[in-house]
């Protein structure tokens, strides 16, 4: 059974960091690209990051380019998404994709 579980998201003040992992299970993880999505209350899904299956290659949205980076452990079958400088439009839940699979999410909210 494919599965995609996120973790690590949580209250943080602006400025503040946050790691956000996503734990893969049931297909072969290292042979695909892993891409991280947010969605915010009454906003369209928006693409956050990409990173190709090796890891060698990855690609950010504007929003968050230089200030997230996303990275992946084919050994523990994860992806990371490192955020740091988090500003209040960046909270969202937060969604790990890979293979065509979605996982449930994890949120993230930017407040003082």
């Known amino acids: 059974q494919v599965q995609l579980v996120e973790s690590g998201g949580g209250l943080v003040q602006p400025g503040g960091s946050l790691r956000l992992s996503c734990a893969a299970s049931?297909?072969?993880?290292?042979?695909?690209?892993m891409s991280w999505f947010r969605r915010a209350p009454g906003k369209e899904r928006e693409w956050v990051a990409r990173?190709?299956?090796?890891?060698?290659?990855?690609q950010y949205a504007d929003s968050v380019k230089g200030r997230f980076t996303i990275s992946r452990d084919n050994a523990k079958n994860t992806a990371y998404l490192q955020m740091n400088n988090l500003k209040p439009e960046d909270a969202a839940m937060y969604y790990c994709?890979?293979?065509?699979?979605w996982g449930l999410g994890t949120q993230v909210t930017v407040s003082v």
């Open positions: 994709n890979a293979n065509n699979y």
């Open positions: 049931g297909f072969s993880f290292s042979r695909y690209a």
């Open positions: 990173i190709t299956s090796t890891g060698g290659s990855t």
